[in-house]
């Protein structure tokens, strides 16, 4: 009788209700993200039936615990058949943090060491690829609170600090310290100044990308117009190309 007493208290104290509200938790938690990211999500109803992208996220989630329990090709199969629903291709090793946003999502490749923090935020045909055959760690890890722009390609074993903004089609293949913006092919890192506030919201302002190869363009045809009126005497002498006017380059001679 005794023991039949240890027993039942012992089944009576298992947490599987716990482990229900849990998961409950994070469905809710990954709702709530795509609505604080994205104004066009109305409802919760609509955010369940239409995002592609957390139907994704939770087939990898399926996918990764298979994968962790040595279900490999089971986790590799759906995690297939989550691509031809989605159009997103979720390796299922890879390790993927909260509040995880994939907005449109068509084209999203994400390889199989591929390490995300918290907070991120990944637009359609964004790849997290690997330039390498071997077969340990050879994708990108990315930072918390890290914005990756439309198109973009972020490869190799590289880390993106946090707080970082990737802008639409660049190609990273270096890494970046924190609160970093970085543009361009290949992709030119900028370190901010001040680390950018609130970190609390995701860093969408896609238009405010500084034009480094511009920028130094424009430094370079200054300086020649200084050279040159120094040459000829403080004479003035139209040079083929003139430095940017609120952004907008002029000269016939010109061209990108």
């Known amino acids: 009788m005794a023991i039949k007493s240890e027993i039942k208290e012992v089944q009576g104290t298992r947490l599987t209700p716990l482990r229900k ?44 615990g298979l ?13 297939q058949l989550m691509r031809s629903l989605t159009g997103i291709e979720i390796h299922p ?7 995880f946003f994939i907005d449109h999502g068509m084209g999203v490749v994400i390889g199989e060491t591929a ?4 907070n991120v935020t990944l ?3 964004v790849t997290l690829g690997g330039v390498s055959l071997n077969k340990g760690k050879r994708h990108p890890t990315l930072g918390n609170n890290v914005v990756v722009g439309a198109g973009a390609k972020i490869l ?37 100044s001040q680390p950018r506030m609130p970190v609390s919201m995701p860093d969408l302002e896609h238009n405010r990308l500084p034009d480094t190869i511009g920028e130094t363009l424009a430094a370079l045809v200054k300086h020649v117009e200084q050279l040159e009126k120094r040459l000829n005497g403080e004479a003035e002498h139209g040079p083929a190309l003139h430095h940017p006017e609120a952004g907008v380059w002029h000269g016939q001679d010109f061209s990108i």
């Open 123 to 125: 637009y359609h045909g």
């Open 156 to 192: 190799g074993a590289i880390t993106i600090g946090d707080n970082t903004r990737v802008g639409a089609n660049a190609v990273v293949v270096k890494p970046t310290p924190p609160n970093s913006v970085v543009v361009g092919v290949p992709g030119q890192v900028i370190e901010r």
């Open 21 to 64: 509200t849990s998961v409950f938790s994070s469905i809710r938690e990954d709702i709530q993200s795509v609505k604080d990211r994205d104004p066009a999500a109305r409802n919760w109803l609509e955010i369940v039936i239409c995002y592609p992208g957390l139907h994704a996220l939770w087939g990898y989630r399926l996918t990764h």
């Open 115 to 118: 390490e995300i923090g918290d």
């Open 67 to 79: 994968w962790t329990h040595n279900l490999k090709l089971l986790a590799r199969w759906i995690s």
């Open 93 to 99: 090793g890879a390790t993927i943090g909260k509040r």
